[in-house]
């Protein structure tokens, strides 16, 4: 093979490479999508759908005063819930549906009335049915307001129309 | 000591353990009565407390449409913030401000539209500033929904006022 | 039917649980000593198992100086190994094999050189392929040392030769 | 000020966090040191420390035998010490003394008989008292075996002498 021959074969590569990446991409969103159609409580919520990635993807959440407490902090659960919704958007990026198995949640600072918290979500390990996904939220500041990890496991069907 | 003295004794302290025992459940009456006052979050979602008594509680949450995606079933964060609402309730019962500091929640099977959630909270262990608490959700067949245990830190200040 | 009819059938039915719950035992111990007998790890700590019954079982070891860094306080790794060992030997008594999937423990209080630790395991769930099983450390002093919970799954295979 | 100013001003302060930096990593070495030398369980398990930074490590050991069930499989006993030594050495690097408060760990795949474990630590998140570190844990060819996930609180004391 000379050299120029090897120059077109990288290339070529680079190409399928960008090619699958754009069609992993394009699955990841329409996936998202089509979550977010049937999720009527993470739209009662008004989580907001940032960024979305094969794997990962970034929700956004304003604090009402409906889930606070007489204080104006925020209830642990609607922090969960963000993160929780987070964790599913990320891991249902593959065209293949997963439930939540089981979460743990770390809270680092309160969160307040009118705070919008980010949640972002990475995913950590996926083999065979599992997954882990690290998800951390933090409000405007860039203050970390928790650390949750989630474990998924697949369950049958898509989330999208065969063609 | 004759066995009249003792059993005299035994009465005396028997009632000392009762007296002890009806301070601490009306302190935890009424720690969760101040509670609940400043729960918007918990009073919004319909939560009821069905039970209380000193580092235990019970919490019930009907399943509305809202909480729960296309298909019926209920978003993991609300049943999440069902036993997170326990887990306060019952961890705040001594009259000594608590704050959830990492819980871990497991999913055994959906929860739909309709079902009556109750869960049940119980002290594992409380010791220092730290409490272990674990809170089972179960829906109106008896069925368990989610396995949850929180971990706890007291905080400064106290629930009711001072005399 | 007579009431005597009755109370013969009910006598026949408390012979059967009877029975049931016998050969349940006789499965449980069969198989803790098919576990233990293969379990290299278990034996060179000297771990001893005290009880076991369907889903639960209670094991000891001694705190030995290599299992302490230079202030004689145990390390966590091997109160995590001897709770780890009960819940092996827990969810593993019905002679389908098991394998721990996700495991917590929150330490409590420190363990010493010469302490006496026994994990005591019992089931919280079983459905499916999943169990989840929780394990009290606690030292020759009654005091708690860690709590466990455990997250198993079966895999294929059994523990006892067929007959 | 002249941008000849400026460009001193940069490169002294480019300087003094040089400084700052090697001083940290030098404490977080006399810290893993002192650690060391007081820590027969890691030492007598034969763990190496191959790579210190402030709130990071790599720790690793061969498994042997007696760390094995009878197919050779490694229990998850010794896979959670070697990830619990590479936390304590992260969350140690301070010289203010840490402990475990909490631990999780998920199982990926298997360890056999053999395998060199590698447990990479690095920090989460360090606020107050509290920290956050996840440790994964592969084997020689790579192969994730386990995420552990450990929270640490700090107590009294420091690690090595004052001067």
Known sequence: MTSEDLQITQHAEHQIDNLASEKAQALAEACAAALWADDKATQSLDIHVGAIKPGAC????TITDNMCNGHGTCHGGYIFTLADSAFAFACNTYNQRCVAQHCTITYLNPAQ???????????????????????????????????FRGHSRTIKGQLLPED
Chains 1, 2, 3, 4 share one sequence.
């Open 58 to 61: 970034t929700l956004s959440m």
């Open 113 to 147: 009335t009118g705070d919008q918290l980010d949640a972002h979500a990475c995913e950590l390990s996926r083999q065979g049915r599992g997954g882990i996904y690290d998800i951390r939220v933090i409000n405007q500041l860039g203050t970390a307001i928790a650390e």
